[in-house]
């Protein structure tokens, strides 16, 4: 049986961008074998499928993932895309950074977990993330950047305008992976809102530019292999268990890199035995809702791409220790005001609120090797604390506008997209299940990817994140 040097699970943003710095700093003798348990399902091919279908085209090519669990909550749902590139196929594109006290939410509120590292210790990777996905972003930011966006910010519309002349660098264009020009084998954003399966190409994909990681002769990539299990020796991981055509295969590995998201990793880890208490524990996402504004003598016009700005007004503060931080944003959907002389008056925006990982929201073994089991009781009551104040705090920050009516959602989202904390990093094996470096305290030569790692769950969307740290993970131990 060939040893490889590396092998990693999945082919998402965790583990691509893993396995692209591991590479740059490797030798020409390496080998490294990559396990999807999906397909290669190319850009166009989805498209062509989405043209000649009258189903909602952008979801259409999602369903697999409700078979790859078991779950009887209707009210919360985990949504992926299990095939080459994970998520990076149906994601939006949006990539706010979360902010330097996100990581010490203990210390300064003294809420759940401080994360091991600091902002410092993660922005020259979100630079370097910023710069393989060619995020368009503002040159003034509510967080510190030591390198400007690679490209031009998206447009305001006109009310995103008004709020930013307000709030300064509390209101931003928001950096977004839709490009906001053509760049390589990528076209500029079309503003079709149909990101989700961009109908040109716009946004970064882990296959329209980090396929040639894949490529490389070091790396052999197969497809159709799930993995859901390891061989462990003491306290080494020696290899990997998966299903291929059916059949039950086994790899060995120097290193072993899970990056088969935080349902996947923490599945893994409890099949070959991983007893913390924390592997599995704190399944979370953020919680999101709507609310439109209508005015009485504002036109909102422009702006472009789907989602325009990020408000970070409802962000960080004193009020952390007793409710969510909340993010912005700005929906640039083609809606109209059905009344005559006011189609434009109106604005559309979805608050998104912070989770704290509970406890009792779980990843856990099932009857079925193949199938973790999902449990979800509910967000933290932070998030209802400051669902709560969202009116009141609506009115504060949006008064200065004409405002004639405010319509509140009420309604959360069933999802964020965001699937985190279940091997959250920490300082030992006390608190957490993975180091700085995301490497499992006990299986020591195991990395465990993804924004599973994360200990607490902040605002703003995670992925240009969890990439920062798959990049500096390799970059730290290789
Ligand atoms: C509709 C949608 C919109 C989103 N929009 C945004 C956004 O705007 N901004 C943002 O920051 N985030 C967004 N996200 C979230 C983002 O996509 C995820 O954070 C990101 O994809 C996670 O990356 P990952 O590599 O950890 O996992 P994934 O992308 O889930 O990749 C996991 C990979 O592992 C493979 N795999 C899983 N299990 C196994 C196994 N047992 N064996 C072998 N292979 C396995 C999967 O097939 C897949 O290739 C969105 C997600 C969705 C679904």
Redesign the pocket.
């Known amino acids: 049986m060939e040893k490889y040097d590396l092998i990693i ?8 961008f893993f396995l692209k710095k591991y590479l740059e700093k490797s030798g020409a003798e390496k080998r490294v074998l990559v ?4 397909i290669l399902y190319p850009h166009q091919e989805r498209l062509k499928k989405a043209r000649q279908e009258e189903v909602a085209a952008a979801y259409q090519h ?1 369903e697999g993932f409700r078979e ?1 669990y078991q779950y009887n909550n209707t009210e919360k749902s985990w ?10 196929n ?6 706010p950074r979360f902010m330097p006290n996100d990581f010490k939410i203990k210390t300064l509120y003294g809420v759940a977990q401080d994360w091991p590292i600091t902002y410092d210790d993660i922005e020259p990777y979100y630079c370097e993330v910023e710069e393989i996905m060619m995020i368009g972003g503002p040159a003034v930011t509510p967080y510190p950047k030591s390198k400007p966006y690679p490209l031009p910010p998206q447009k305001l519309s006109t009310v995103d305008k008004l709020l930013q002349q307000k709030y300064n660098e509390l209101y931003i264009s928001q950096p977004t992976a839709r490009a906001t020009k053509p760049v390589g084998n990528r076209n500029g954003c079309c503003s079709s809102l149909v990101c ?1 399966l961009c109908p040109v190409n716009s946004k970064f994909t882990i296959e329209n530019t980090l396929t040639p990681v894949y490529k490389d002769e070091r790396v052999t990539v197969k497809y159709g ?4 299990n390891m061989i462990t020796e003491n306290d080494k991981v020696k290899g990997v268990a ?1 299903k291929e055509n059916g059949k039950d295969v086994e790899s060995i590995g120097e290193v072993i890199a899970l ?4 349902i ?1 990793n923490a ?2 880890l409890l099949s070959a035995g991983d007893r913390s208490y924390y592997t599995g524990r704190g399944l979370s996402d953020q919680r999101g809702t709507f609310a439109t504004m209508y005015f009485d003598k504002l036109d909102n016009l422009g702006g472009s791409s789907s989602i325009t700005a990020n408000g970070y007004m409802l962000y960080d503060g004193v009020h952390r220790k007793e409710r969510s931080a909340c993010i912005i944003e700005s929906f640039n959907e083609p809606i109209i005001r059905n009344e005559a002389g006011k189609w434009r008056k109106l604005a559309k925006f979805k608050f998104i609120f912070e989770d704290i990982p509970k406890d009792d929201n779980r990843v856990m073994l099932s009857d079925d090797p193949l199938k973790p089991r999902l449990e979800f009781k509910g967000h933290h009551e932070f998030v209802d604390k400051a669902m709560k104040n969202l009116g009141s705090d609506i009115e504060k920050i949006f008064s200065f506008l004409p405002i004639e009516k405010i319509e509140m959602d009420n309604y959360f989202q069933k999802t964020e ?3 985190c904390s279940t091997t959250r990093m920490g300082k030992s094996a006390e608190d957490s299940v993975v180091d700085k470096n995301l490497v499992h305290h006990q299986y020591r030569n195991l990395f465990v ?3 599973g790692a994360f200990p607490t769950i902040t605002p703003a ?4 994140a ?1 990439s920062a740290l798959s990049l500096m993970a390799a970059n730290n131990s290789f």
């Open positions: 699970v999945g082919s998402g943003f965790a583990s691509s396990l999807e348990r999906g999602l790859t949504v992926f895309d299990p095939n080459f590139g994970g998520s990076s149906c994601w939006t594109g949006c990539t989700n292999c799930q993995v859901y998966y990056g088969s998201n935080a996947f599945h893994i997209y965001h699937i990817l993804g924004s969307n995670p992925t240009i969890l």
